[in-house]
């Protein structure tokens, strides 16, 4: 008959499951898109506000401890801190004190068993870890991403007049990429995917950025510059990252549907520039079919899948529906607790392993198959489109 | 290793799972948004209208009986009318008419287990039972949700005049919140939430008003209309229940896609006028950010549990994603039948025992807090946000 | 106590799912939307591209095979073509070019096990497969679906005048409906489905096929002739499949949410004109609220459960969460290559399978429901929306 396979194989379930675990820990892991670490203690109150993607305050119910990440931190952490899982909150927070941020960090860190972190240093970047400073305290590697808007917005700091501005972007933006192996572009944040896909004109830049170089507003949320900006950023040929979809009460969600700016991928799609589509929650089926269309365009799903603690299978499940397993990257888009990134990878293995293990046990993939495919979706992918070397990533178990 | 936790437990899930049911039994259920049963005998073609979201007439294949509430009915309601699970809908009808309408409400409300109903009144409120009729057949306690459209509708249908208009409906909300503990909001059916976020000056609602009493229409779907109630109830300060997503055939789905009211919500964030997203289907993960980054926005997955019958779970388990355990409700938003509030209900507590059964297998998280967030989900989130005093919980175990 | 059932009958999981699986393969199965095979041999260059929905040159890390339909095809066609599961990419291309075309047609489309096949004929139908001939070449009955667009475009070719254009498409289309038994609307590509829901009056029809024939663009994607072509389609009465969501890089995807076209349905739902949608990726809960509120809606996930492999299952699990059982058809939308016959049809069971084993499982569904349903999925539901008589299909089995 042949309808066959499925039922296949169900004894050997849960061993198949650890030998992925095993085949996921010690495949090199790219995080290719995080934030650094605070360098100082973190208190109660900052951990409650580096713990959730909100930035508003919160009344009744809102202690991050009783949120799907919280329960995964006291999961998670806690064994790494000498305390037992599922620990209560004021428990785990006290013995994080005692311990201190550096210990906390290289500890879970550590776990997190990343070889690579791309860091996007365009927030914040005074208060937490430089890639260097990340790298050294996980001995890793680091690499800069470069965050377009905050490159404008440090321009016009220093006073950059609106006929020199663009010039001055892609000479700045050069520079970045000397050192930096991608950008990030947040216009999601800033105006969201219904922008126009069309270049704009060098006339356009300049009296967008004289209005707003002479207004007193220093955040740039011009369309006419942001595209400009990521222009500029197609131009220069290197991965563009692009925040999706989830994140703080900036975002208005339905206007980060990546299938707004399709016309836009259909526009340089012949550039070859590689997209990567940053955390797509909820819109990962959205970002699935871009991947899966444009030879151009990746996805993530970082960011909910950290945020989603024990729900990660479900956001990464679809993930791997109709995008190539050769277009779907790892990353944890944590920030500021060293928490973020344990969590983010090991909900991230975990749920790798649970859905590759029930397409073993369906015999559905092959084990050699399964094997190359986890490898590619830890870090090989993120290397062959960073252009990260072999020699680099081998340095990073070094 | 750090990757652990995984597999473990797997020989005690089915005992876990038992375990999590008898928790879910024994937490006080509130069913936070819910209509009136049927008084009179229900005829068989009153029930197939009854257990659909449709208004029109079915053709061929239209069956209730045979769609995934029909199913759920037949699996769950039969055994407690004497009848075999899985029966066929002749007998379902038949043994359902030879108890009568009021004996099959008595057996399937006690089974349902829920102590307190918030009941939308604004709906066909001379046909089906009131709060405290619902109460009383089932020795629970009920409370009454005010629909804000309807206070309007019988306003004008009372002859208020334009000048006064919005001052008798400020009035009229203020003595009905004497004893109702909150209002619903069905912005979605009558204009969807792509409307203007600002208050609307007294201005405007006298012109719009005076337009919508003039015409013949007691229908209120002019947009002002509808924002001005909503600004009425964000003052009353009590939660605001919002119809999201499915519904019947006056929905305009994809304009219900609550985070087109975003700006809405930035609005009012400092108010603390709880904002109740129900149902959300398909919006569950889009409602779940909503609910992770305001603080004053709570979510149920009502309606679409109780009409996918076996299928619950996977609704349910979205609404776990991202949001705080602190911020989802239930309800079964049933009508009419109280076949709707057996598998609201049931269905409900089998979805969340197989999600928390699933995450305690895992180990991903502990005993404890799963006990603790399904009393939460079940009943103590409600509580909480509507205010209701433990008294009054209390009372309906008694 | 109320709660029961789940956890129930757990050792008996995989015999159950293997009986379905049984129910499943001796049910009468009607793929309702496909197309053609390529008639020429296929060489590796022409697999790559017809195994992908991207209609763009893939760069690095652009193998199909390496993508879940490639891991399918490697998983479930290899075996019959007399290889091992799982094999390689060069091996299975390799003995498929031994083989030959013809002979990898037979083998698979035996192996694929449907009885009836509703073929669009209105793309590339010279390089393929008439329905007469994929009929005989796998021993079954095929009927023609005739695509909207194409007989316009096939009259404008002829050199219709705008004057007589709609008479004449009417006719034509009257004409192909005396073998047809529906009809293909592709206005998802062409246009989108927020198009004007309003029948177009002969007027505007007339101006805008003046407009059209007298330019040199011979696509047919002014919206008010598309609209035109639906409207006769409605009033011929036989099903019309519409084009919905995931394709190839014509598509602008949010523009295909089928709520969109809302207003449309409302306006021929009195009319009984069937609307089949068709793929729904990632719209399949939308796709099925409109399926549960109206009567004349239907709904498959072809092409996305052929594309997504094993994660069909997830895919087909959404179409039966509120769709009525007798909404939900079966397709494979497959085109070119038998491979994608075979997997389309296999992962369908098998999802099918998985869904109501697991309702099995927990007792949620009766197990005469749970045949009759499969079956009721597999092909009896096409059988009544189209009309077609059990003679016919009872012919595909002999």
Chains 1, 2, 3 share one sequence.
Not at 103 to 112: D, G, K, N, P, Q
Not at 134 to 148: K, N, Y
């Amino acid at each position: 008959m042949i309808i066959s396979g499925s039922g296949r194989h169900e004894v050997e379930a849960v061993e198949e499951r650890v030998a992925l675990l095993d085949v996921l820990a010690q495949a090199p892991a790219v995080d290719h898109h995080c934030h650094g670490i605070v360098k100082d203690e973190v208190s109660a109150q900052s951990f409650q506000k580096l713990a959730t993607e909100s930035d508003l305050p919160q009344g009744p119910g809102g202690d991050v401890f009783d949120s799907p990440v919280g329960v995964a931190i006291r999961a998670e952490c806690a064994p790494l801190l000498d305390l037992p899982r599922h620990v209560d909150a004021e428990s785990y927070l006290s013995r994080r004190a005692e311990l201190g941020q550096r210990e906390v960090t290289r500890r879970l860190l550590a776990a997190a068993n990343i070889s690579t972190y791309l860091v996007d240093t365009g927030f914040c970047a005074d208060e937490i870890t430089s890639p260097d400073e990340l790298a050294a305290v996980s001995g890793t590697q680091g690499f800069e991403i470069a965050r377009l808007e905050s490159l404008a917005e440090r321009l016009a700091a220093e006073g950059v007049g609106a006929q020199g501005f663009y010039d001055a972007f892609r000479a700045e933006l050069e520079s970045a990429l000397r050192t930096a192996v991608g950008v990030k572009s947040i216009i999601a944040y800033r105006h969201g995917f219904d922008f126009d896909p069309a270049r704009p004109t060098e006339a356009e830049i300049r009296s967008a950025a004289g209005a707003w170089l002479s207004s007193p507003e220093r955040r740039l949320s011009d369309p006419v510059l942001l595209r400009a900006l990521l222009w500029a950023a197609v131009d220069a040929g290197k991965p563009i990252q692009m925040h999706v979809g989830f994140g703080d009460s900036d975002i208005v969600l339905h206007r980060c549907d990546p299938t707004h700016m399709t016309e836009f991928l259909r526009a340089t799609v012949t550039t070859g520039t590689p997209i990567m589509l940053l955390h797509n929650y909820p819109f990962v089926r959205e970002a699935g079919y871009l991947a899966h269309v444009y030879p151009h365009v990746y996805l993530d799903t970082g960011l909910a899948a950290g945020f989603s603690g024990a729900s990660a299978t479900s956001i990464v499940r679809e993930s791997l529906e109709i995008a190539p397993f050769t277009k779907v990257l790892f990353s944890t888009d944590a920030y500021g607790l060293p928490e973020l990134y344990l969590v983010g990878a090991l909900r991230h293995r975990l749920a790798l392993a649970r859905v590759f293990g029930e397409w073993l046990e369906a015999d559905a993939i092959g084990e050699a198959d399964a094997r190359r495919y986890l490898r590619l979706l830890m870090g090989g992918n993120a290397q062959r489109a960073y252009g990260l070397t072999p020699h680099q990533s081998a340095a990073t178990s070094a």
